[in-house]
């Protein structure tokens, strides 16, 4: 080939990830333990139909993996759902989807310092107050990131292994004990999908908006779309395959779950409740096992969030999208966003001492990151709608696919986040009208195209 035609032909990325690397790295991304922590609390919301919560959640996460799916081979972006209402809808309406996005980066290592503070005190220093552990934890993920630490793919592939064994030994023992204590009858029984003395349907709805965190995750898969062999085919089939096996294998952890303990008013902490389990069926061995490959799954969790959320903050001041001396702060020894780590630590603890106060942190902390992560479903769904059945970008259009499946996750997903809780309502709301205040004072009340946000960042 003449060096001029070298020269001239574009750098393209190589497409070399399948669709079983998709669905491993969707995988990766949820965890197989992703129920385990929501366990209890998702018991006394549902009184008792926890397993019911997550086959509703993973209908609606289908639907709109489809979405995610077929909006990902238009618009390949680390943006997703921002991306994909901005340029499809509108770019005032895509902002606010990426605002409510941010809130889930900066929310999500609150959420882990509230279970690791709360598992911390219930199993291992109960006499040390929460606000003093949640200091502790809080500060030691804070300097962690500050200093630079990262961690490796290996130990992240280790951890993963770790958590599939300890999930095994859990089934094998969970089924084992179920059998030998009661035989067919104790194992087999639709009592955790349908038991009418205490079936709610209110009560599941409301249950639902929470046992979804079950599924938070999956749509990073789209994220990798430029380099995926088949894209069109290959990132819609990943992102609904992983939600129905991260739906399958968590019914079936919270199915035995439930038919091992049935009582959930008998649990020691709700926020550990599934930890009792373990020690029913496997003893201290088990239960310690499963709270250490937690913990850990958790710190780890607390360290990218944190640090992801700085560096999209980072990228927000350094774009200009907000201040640039305070978010687009460096430190050029670590090269670390230094003010932005210390803010998201600041607020992950002061956020996990007042929830604690009002009383069950981690349940509204939960819903609270739900806020958001809905409001971006919605919009996937809606973006889908439009871009296929009112746009016709594709071509003709398909009753079913193009209109009926993106209208139906729309309204599902809406459905679930109407029931959130009134403190994720109101704490979400108020984070939302300072996105609209904001974006209406930068855009001179929506007469000019606000400013991007850059997911990649994170």
């Given amino acids: 080939m003449p060096e001029t035609t070298r020269a001239a032909s574009p750098i393209r990325l190589r497409r070399v990830l399948t669709l079983w690397d998709l669905i491993f790295y969707g995988m990766v991304l949820i965890q197989p333990t992703a129920p385990i922590p929501l366990f209890g609390v998702a018991q006394k919301l549902s009184n008792g139909h926890t397993v019911t919560t997550i086959l509703i959640a993973m209908l609606a996460m289908v639907i709109t993996a489809v979405s995610y799916g077929r909006m990902a081979a238009v618009y390949p972006s680390a943006g997703s759902a921002y991306t994909y209402v901005g340029r499809t809808i509108n770019p005032h309406l895509g902002f606010l989807i990426g605002w409510a996005m941010l809130l889930d980066y900066v929310l999500q290592p609150l959420l882990n310092v509230i279970w690791i503070s709360v ?28 200093i630079g630490i990262k961690s490796s793919a290996r130990a992240n592939k280790l951890l993963l292994t770790a958590m599939c064994v300890v999930i095994a030994a859990f089934l094998v023992m969970g089924v084992h004990y179920l059998f030998d204590t009661a035989g067919w009858g104790g194992l087999l029984s639709t009592a955790p999908f349908y038991t009418p003395a205490t079936f709610n349907l209110r009560h599941i709805w409301g249950a639902t908006s929470f046992a979804a965190l079950t599924y938070i995750g999956f749509d990073g898969i789209t994220t990798l779309s430029e380099d995926v062999e088949n894209p069109r085919r290959n990132v819609l089939l990943a992102t609904v395959l992983v939600c129905v096996l991260t739906g399958l294998l968590s019914g079936t952890e919270v199915y035995l779950g439930q038919r091992i303990w049935p009582d959930w008013h008998l649990f020691s902490n709700l926020e550990t409740a599934f930890l009792d389990v373990c020690h ?130 729309f309204v599902f997903c809406g459905s679930i986040w109407l029931n959130l809780n009134v403190i994720a309502k109101i704490v979400g709301g108020a984070w939302f009208v300072l996105g609209f205040t904001y974006l209406a004072a930068t855009t001179r009340l929506f007469q000019r195209a606000p400013k991007a946000i850059d997911f990649s960042e994170a």
Avoid: K
């Fill in 119 to 146: 598992e911390l005190q219930s199993r291992y220093i109960p006499r040390v107050p929460f606000a003093v552990i949640a200091l502790i934890v809080a500060g030691f993920v804070t300097e962690l990131n500050l």
């Fill in 280 to 409: 029913r069926v496997g003893g201290g061995v088990l239960a310690q096992s499963m709270a250490s490959i937690l913990l850990l799954a958790a710190l780890g969790s607390a360290l990218t969030g944190g640090l992801g959320a700085a560096r999209l903050l980072f990228g927000m001041g350094r774009d200009g999208v907000l201040p640039r001396r305070f978010f687009a702060h460096i430190n050029r020894d670590t090269n670390t966003p230094t003010f932005n780590i210390l803010l998201i630590g600041a607020l992950a603890y002061v956020g996990a001492i007042s929830l604690n106060i009002i009383g069950n942190a981690y349940e509204h902390a939960g819903e609270l990151l739900n806020f958001g992560a809905f409001l971006a479903f919605m919009g996937v769904n809606l973006s889908a709608f439009w871009h296929f059945a009112l746009l016709r970008r594709a071509g003709s259009r398909r009753v079913l696919a193009d209109v009926v499946l993106p209208l139906i996750g």
